[in-house]
């Protein structure tokens, strides 16, 4: 294989690889050290200015850290606001709509549980929940036809966590307009690792926590609200308040900024990082993507070499590969025993191979199940 741009570099800000093979960027990702510097920069500020310093860099409202992420899905950066994780967003937004009695939401049963708890509290105000159920080759078509008048909003995640198949999002964003339903995308288990486009996609949310295929710390993340939907967000804190800076309690003016999702004060040192790895990634993206697909057909092509089922269908893959094993949990045990590192999902081990990862890795945690079986 020619690789046409050299990752070695990147790879070199990656401790991890140096003691482990390292396959589990789908569960937590090593944070490089030139993100971690910047996380460092910031708290080692606090440490010696106190507020002199957080009130440099937060003296902008995180405008810069939302132009980096803006230009990263191709969005305004007045559609980001910073989100402590992946949960937090879905909630914001599934609240924030205002659904009512009777409008039904589509799901599916191979959503991470984060994506899709958050409907069930809905389900009290009798918000109807429907629970797709499907195989991950089916998976997209199931959604597509399950697509009906009555729907009003589409909850999905671009790429499955327990069985790797991504989804084509443009294609059911284009019927979920056709009925004037609203689409919601975890994008947790794709941004970093594949391209993201909310335009060219045609979602109206999309929220990912950073410290996946993102590569930073945790606390990191963000949402995408599209401009004019939920203006009014389900909960208010200091900063949901134009004036806020005032710190008055007795007068509140409601934000029309993305701050007001934030509520309090964001983990800017978090989010800092995760902006340093966005600009390092926004130029690569498509080759970044081009070589995790490289890898991840690699790890299925390999494996179905060596007699191991796969459960991740090749024409619709991601960074994640899922390999079919008997006692799932067992088997990444005697992984780890060798220093190689996945995780333990759905019906197998799960692969997770982040660009700069080598085919000789992948090659290696195949040989480890195989080996690990007998
Ligand atoms: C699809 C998906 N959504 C969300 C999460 C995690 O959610 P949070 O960022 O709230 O911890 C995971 C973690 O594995 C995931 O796979």
Redesign the pocket.
Known sequence: MILLIDFSEFREEIPAVKEFVYLNH??VSPTPIFALMESFRYIYGISSKGSLHANVIENDDLLSLRETVSKFINSSPNEISFVP????GINMIVHGLRLNRGDLILTNNL??P??VYPLYKLTQRGIKVKMIKSGPAELESSIYNEITDDVKLVVI?HVS?NTGVKLNVKRIAEKAKRVGSLVLV?S??SAGAMKIDVKEMNVDFLVS?GY?WLMSPQGS?FMFVREGLIEDPPFYGWKTSSSFMDFDPERFSLEKGPRRFEIGTVDVSSNLALCKVIERLTPLREDVERRILELSAHAIDEAEDKGLEVVTPKEARAGIVVVKVNEPKKIAEKLLARKIVVSPRGAGIRLSSHFYNTEEEISKAISGIREALT
């Open positions: 789908a569960a994780n992946t949960s937090y959503e991470f984060a994506t995640s966590f975890d947790i288990q926590g996946k993340g």
